[in-house]
């Protein structure tokens, strides 16, 4: 696994988009494993991504755990102990164990992305941007969408929306439908004001997002439509939320919004 994102801070599960999951498992021997416990390690990595892949994070915590104390110098381990203890919103365990993955393998860059994200959960910024920073000296990552996607984040929750926008848009140009990056780039044009510009963003999102039932695209390009006084686009978009999102977050809040329109109608 590589990446850390929450709904609606995924991609949605994070999902962000998973990949290198065996990268470096045997990469490293350490020399006082029994190579029948790396063996054994392994097996238990494969079965806790799998449980962490379908959402199941007790179980992939326990099965990383085996695994953990067959391999403890195994940097994947400890990186996908880290993304586990995310999802449980444990961040300070999150943060030893991919810092542990770090300390065993500094190049592990994935990592350390990872980290930031860690990072930005936690408000702590200072500490995320010093690592971002990191990741992108890194000139041999291939995981730029994930990186710009963290930056974008890191600027969006401190409110420096056009660096935010910036990068958002350089995650886009590596993966261009990525629900996560659509969804933040239109929420930072929304919050710069400029709500006809954030609309059209925003309507890009949806499409990308409605098939993982992602509804906060979809909410904030009727508030962007709303705003953008175009009553009708608006009162559609909450009209769909109501019909498509049965159990979804922004379902009372699309209601208030169509009492409103009816009441100017």
């Known amino acids: 696994m590589a990446d850390l994102r929450k709904t ?5 599960p994070f999902g962000y988009i998973l990949i290198g999951v065996f990268l470096f498992v045997g990469l490293f021997c350490g020399c006082q494993t029994d190579p029948k416990n790396k063996e054994k390690a392994a097996l238990h990595l494969k079965l806790g991504v799998s449980f962490y892949e379908s959402g199941s994070y007790p179980e992939a915590l326990s099965s990383l755990l085996s695994a953990n104390e067959l391999d403890p110098e195994n940097p994947t381990i400890q990186n996908n102990l880290g993304l586990v203890y995310f999802m449980r919103e444990r961040y300070d ?8 993955a770090l300390d065993i393998l500094p190049s592990y860059t994935d990592a350390r992305n990872n980290l930031v994200r ?5 408000k702590n910024y200072k500490k995320a941007q010093i690592e971002m920073n990191l990741v992108f000296a890194d000139l041999t990552y291939g995981g730029l969408e994930r990186a710009y996607a963290n930056q974008g984040l890191l600027d969006f929750n401190q409110q420096k929306y056009p660096a935010a926008e910036k990068a958002f848009l350089k995650a886009i140009e590596y993966k261009r439908d990525s629900c996560f990056s659509n969804n933040y780039l239109g929420r930072a044009i929304f919050e710069q004001g400029d709500y006809e510009r954030a609309a059209r963003a925003l309507d890009r999102a949806v499409s990308f997002c409605q098939k993982s039932m992602i509804d906060e695209p979809h909410y904030y390009s009727a508030l962007a439509y709303f705003r953008a006084k ?10 769909e939320i109501v019909r498509i999102y049965t159990n979804g977050k922004y379902q009372d809040k699309s209601r208030q919004m169509l009492d409103l329109l009816g009441k100017a109608d």
């Open 93 to 100: 365990l999150a943060e030893k164990h991919i810092r542990r």
């Open 8 to 12: 609606p801070t995924q991609d949605y």
């Open 118 to 122: 860690v990072y930005i959960e936690a």
């Open 230 to 239: 175009d009553p009708a686009r608006a009162r559609t978009r909450f009209e």
